[in-house]
Protein backbone atom coordinates (compact mmCIF):
# COMPACT_ATOMS: atom_id res chain seq x y z
CA UNK A 1 0.00 0.00 0.00
CA UNK A 2 1.19 3.63 -1.47
CA UNK A 3 0.97 6.40 1.39
CA UNK A 4 -1.98 7.55 -0.88
CA UNK A 5 -5.03 5.85 -0.02
CA UNK A 6 -8.41 5.70 -2.35
CA UNK A 7 -11.85 4.39 -1.81
CA UNK A 8 -13.72 2.56 -2.61
CA UNK A 9 -11.34 0.18 -4.91
CA UNK A 10 -13.67 -0.95 -6.71
CA UNK A 11 -17.23 0.46 -8.05
CA UNK A 12 -20.36 -0.76 -9.56
CA UNK A 13 -23.35 2.04 -10.14
CA UNK A 14 -25.98 2.38 -12.52
CA UNK A 15 -26.18 5.42 -14.95
CA UNK A 16 -28.67 7.02 -13.15
CA UNK A 17 -26.94 6.60 -9.65
CA UNK A 18 -25.12 9.35 -7.69
CA UNK A 19 -21.15 8.13 -6.25
CA UNK A 20 -18.30 9.52 -5.36
CA UNK A 21 -14.44 8.36 -5.01
CA UNK A 22 -12.61 9.47 -1.98
CA UNK A 23 -8.33 10.09 -1.96
CA UNK A 24 -6.53 10.93 0.64
CA UNK A 25 -2.47 11.76 1.80
CA UNK A 26 -1.12 12.59 4.86
CA UNK A 27 2.58 12.87 3.27
CA UNK A 28 1.87 16.78 3.93
CA UNK A 29 2.42 17.01 -0.13
CA UNK A 30 0.86 20.04 -1.76
CA UNK A 31 -1.11 19.07 -5.28
CA UNK A 32 -3.26 16.61 -5.94
CA UNK A 33 -4.16 14.68 -8.93
CA UNK A 34 -6.94 12.80 -10.53
CA UNK A 35 -6.40 10.47 -13.66
CA UNK A 36 -8.51 8.17 -15.86
CA UNK A 37 -7.12 5.15 -17.03
CA UNK A 38 -9.07 3.52 -20.37
CA UNK A 39 -8.26 0.35 -21.77
CA UNK A 40 -5.80 1.11 -24.36
CA UNK A 41 -5.83 4.44 -23.88
CA UNK A 42 -3.02 6.64 -22.05
CA UNK A 43 -3.68 7.46 -18.75
CA UNK A 44 -5.53 11.36 -18.54
CA UNK A 45 -5.33 14.03 -16.46
CA UNK A 46 -8.19 15.05 -15.26
CA UNK A 47 -8.56 17.50 -12.59
CA UNK A 48 -5.35 19.45 -10.87
CA UNK A 49 -5.63 20.80 -7.05
CA UNK A 50 -2.31 22.92 -6.00
CA UNK A 51 -2.56 24.39 -2.66
CA UNK A 52 -6.03 23.12 -2.58
CA UNK A 53 -6.46 25.14 -5.84
CA UNK A 54 -7.88 23.46 -8.65
CA UNK A 55 -5.66 24.55 -11.03
CA UNK A 56 -6.50 22.55 -13.79
CA UNK A 57 -9.94 20.75 -15.52
CA UNK A 58 -9.16 19.15 -18.89
CA UNK A 59 -12.33 19.34 -20.87
CA UNK A 60 -13.68 16.70 -17.97
CA UNK A 61 -17.34 16.34 -19.00
CA UNK A 62 -19.50 18.33 -16.06
CA UNK A 63 -21.00 14.94 -14.77
CA UNK A 64 -17.41 14.54 -12.71
CA UNK A 65 -17.44 17.05 -10.48
CA UNK A 66 -13.99 17.51 -7.83
CA UNK A 67 -13.26 18.88 -4.28
CA UNK A 68 -10.88 19.24 -2.56
CA UNK A 69 -11.91 20.43 1.17
CA UNK A 70 -8.25 20.44 2.47
CA UNK A 71 -4.82 19.57 1.28
CA UNK A 72 -5.16 15.76 2.87
CA UNK A 73 -8.64 14.97 0.84
CA UNK A 74 -9.43 14.73 -2.71
CA UNK A 75 -13.11 13.84 -3.87
CA UNK A 76 -14.27 13.05 -7.07
CA UNK A 77 -17.82 13.11 -7.41
CA UNK A 78 -19.95 11.20 -9.94
CA UNK A 79 -23.55 11.62 -11.14
CA UNK A 80 -25.29 10.17 -13.95
CA UNK A 81 -22.78 8.33 -16.04
CA UNK A 82 -22.07 6.42 -19.01
CA UNK A 83 -20.96 3.18 -19.74
CA UNK A 84 -17.93 5.13 -21.43
CA UNK A 85 -16.67 6.05 -18.38
CA UNK A 86 -16.07 2.80 -16.80
CA UNK A 87 -12.39 3.15 -16.27
CA UNK A 88 -9.56 2.92 -13.21
CA UNK A 89 -9.31 6.06 -11.82
CA UNK A 90 -5.98 6.75 -9.90
CA UNK A 91 -5.47 9.62 -7.57
CA UNK A 92 -1.90 10.98 -7.04
CA UNK A 93 0.14 13.43 -5.06
CA UNK A 94 3.00 15.56 -5.19
CA UNK A 95 5.42 18.20 -3.72
CA UNK A 96 5.81 20.67 -6.04
CA UNK A 97 7.90 21.15 -7.81
CA UNK A 98 9.12 17.88 -7.39
CA UNK A 99 7.73 15.39 -10.02
CA UNK A 100 4.66 13.05 -9.55
CA UNK A 101 5.97 9.91 -7.89
CA UNK A 102 3.14 8.96 -6.21
CA UNK A 103 -0.07 7.28 -7.20
CA UNK A 104 -3.15 5.50 -5.09
CA UNK A 105 -3.88 2.14 -5.86
CA UNK A 106 -6.74 3.33 -7.87
CA UNK A 107 -10.96 2.83 -7.90
CA UNK A 108 -11.68 0.39 -11.17
CA UNK A 109 -15.55 1.87 -11.98
CA UNK A 110 -18.14 0.16 -13.76
CA UNK A 111 -20.97 1.85 -14.91
CA UNK A 112 -24.10 -0.25 -16.11
CA UNK B 1 -1.44 18.90 -28.85
CA UNK B 2 1.56 17.48 -26.51
CA UNK B 3 2.20 14.01 -27.36
CA UNK B 4 4.28 11.03 -26.27
CA UNK B 5 4.64 7.63 -27.97
CA UNK B 6 5.84 4.70 -27.16
CA UNK B 7 6.92 1.26 -28.50
CA UNK B 8 6.96 -1.25 -28.86
CA UNK B 9 3.34 -1.84 -27.31
CA UNK B 10 4.19 -5.31 -26.25
CA UNK B 11 7.13 -7.53 -26.11
CA UNK B 12 7.56 -10.92 -24.82
CA UNK B 13 11.04 -12.01 -23.89
CA UNK B 14 12.39 -14.90 -22.04
CA UNK B 15 14.50 -14.56 -18.49
CA UNK B 16 17.90 -13.53 -19.01
CA UNK B 17 17.33 -11.24 -22.22
CA UNK B 18 17.93 -7.36 -21.97
CA UNK B 19 15.00 -5.34 -23.60
CA UNK B 20 15.49 -1.77 -24.69
CA UNK B 21 11.85 0.16 -24.64
CA UNK B 22 11.41 3.42 -26.48
CA UNK B 23 9.53 6.74 -25.57
CA UNK B 24 9.33 9.35 -28.10
CA UNK B 25 7.75 13.05 -27.54
CA UNK B 26 6.76 16.39 -28.39
CA UNK B 27 5.92 18.46 -25.74
CA UNK B 28 6.25 22.45 -25.09
CA UNK B 29 7.76 23.68 -22.31
CA UNK B 30 8.98 20.37 -21.68
CA UNK B 31 10.31 20.15 -18.24
CA UNK B 32 11.41 16.46 -17.31
CA UNK B 33 10.75 13.15 -18.32
CA UNK B 34 9.16 10.26 -16.14
CA UNK B 35 9.01 5.98 -16.29
CA UNK B 36 6.82 4.22 -14.18
CA UNK B 37 6.25 0.64 -13.93
CA UNK B 38 2.54 -0.31 -13.29
CA UNK B 39 2.02 -4.23 -12.11
CA UNK B 40 -1.76 -3.87 -11.48
CA UNK B 41 -3.05 -0.86 -10.09
CA UNK B 42 -0.69 1.68 -9.39
CA UNK B 43 2.19 3.09 -11.54
CA UNK B 44 5.32 3.12 -9.38
CA UNK B 45 7.77 5.85 -10.30
CA UNK B 46 11.11 4.75 -11.49
CA UNK B 47 13.36 7.60 -13.28
CA UNK B 48 13.25 11.08 -13.82
CA UNK B 49 15.18 12.49 -16.66
CA UNK B 50 15.89 16.51 -17.24
CA UNK B 51 19.59 16.46 -18.86
CA UNK B 52 20.30 14.90 -21.92
CA UNK B 53 22.96 12.42 -21.71
CA UNK B 54 22.81 11.38 -18.19
CA UNK B 55 22.29 7.64 -17.82
CA UNK B 56 20.45 6.96 -14.92
CA UNK B 57 20.29 3.99 -13.24
CA UNK B 58 19.19 1.52 -10.52
CA UNK B 59 19.98 -1.91 -10.65
CA UNK B 60 19.46 -4.02 -13.97
CA UNK B 61 17.39 -0.43 -15.12
CA UNK B 62 18.95 2.64 -16.85
CA UNK B 63 17.63 4.96 -18.91
CA UNK B 64 18.53 8.08 -21.13
CA UNK B 65 17.51 11.39 -22.07
CA UNK B 66 17.96 12.65 -25.71
CA UNK B 67 16.94 16.41 -25.72
CA UNK B 68 17.78 17.35 -28.99
CA UNK B 69 15.84 13.67 -30.90
CA UNK B 70 13.23 14.23 -28.28
CA UNK B 71 13.07 10.85 -27.10
CA UNK B 72 14.31 8.31 -24.14
CA UNK B 73 15.11 4.21 -23.60
CA UNK B 74 14.64 2.36 -20.54
CA UNK B 75 16.74 -0.61 -20.66
CA UNK B 76 16.27 -3.57 -18.82
CA UNK B 77 19.31 -6.34 -18.41
CA UNK B 78 18.70 -9.53 -17.36
CA UNK B 79 15.28 -9.42 -16.94
CA UNK B 80 13.11 -11.52 -14.52
CA UNK B 81 9.51 -12.66 -14.48
CA UNK B 82 8.91 -10.19 -12.21
CA UNK B 83 9.91 -7.66 -14.53
CA UNK B 84 6.96 -7.53 -16.26
CA UNK B 85 4.78 -5.41 -16.31
CA UNK B 86 3.17 -2.20 -18.35
CA UNK B 87 6.42 0.41 -18.68
CA UNK B 88 4.77 4.22 -18.98
CA UNK B 89 6.82 6.93 -20.20
CA UNK B 90 5.66 10.46 -19.42
CA UNK B 91 6.75 13.71 -20.16
CA UNK B 92 6.05 16.85 -17.35
CA UNK B 93 5.06 20.02 -19.07
CA UNK B 94 5.07 23.23 -17.22
CA UNK B 95 0.89 24.89 -17.40
CA UNK B 96 -1.27 27.63 -16.08
CA UNK B 97 -2.08 27.83 -12.43
CA UNK B 98 -0.08 27.88 -9.09
CA UNK B 99 3.41 26.71 -10.43
CA UNK B 100 1.97 22.89 -11.05
CA UNK B 101 2.95 20.91 -14.01
CA UNK B 102 1.06 18.70 -16.41
CA UNK B 103 1.84 14.92 -17.18
CA UNK B 104 1.18 13.71 -20.66
CA UNK B 105 1.27 9.57 -20.69
CA UNK B 106 2.32 7.05 -23.51
CA UNK B 107 0.14 4.08 -24.34
CA UNK B 108 2.87 2.19 -22.56
CA UNK B 109 5.22 -0.74 -23.23
CA UNK B 110 3.75 -4.31 -22.04
CA UNK B 111 6.82 -6.04 -21.15
CA UNK B 112 5.82 -10.24 -20.59
CA UNK B 113 8.98 -12.42 -19.03
CA UNK B 114 8.52 -15.89 -19.28
CA UNK B 115 10.55 -18.39 -17.68
Known amino acids: ETGVTQTPRHLVMGMTNKKSLKCEQH?????MYWYKQSAKKPLELMFV???????ENNSVPSRFSPECPNSSHLFLHLHTLQPEDSALYLC???????????FGPGTRLTVL | EDKVVQSPLSLVVHEGDTVTLNCSYE??????LLWYKQEKKAPTFLFML????IEKKSGRLSSILDKKELFSILNITATQTGDSAVYLC???????????????FGKGTKLSVIP
Open chain 1, 92 to 102: ASSQLPGPLKL
Open chain 1, 27 to 31: LGHNA
Open chain 1, 49 to 55: YSLEERV
Open chain 2, 27 to 32: VTNFRS
Open chain 2, 50 to 53: TSSG
Open chain 2, 90 to 104: AVEASMTGAGSYQLT
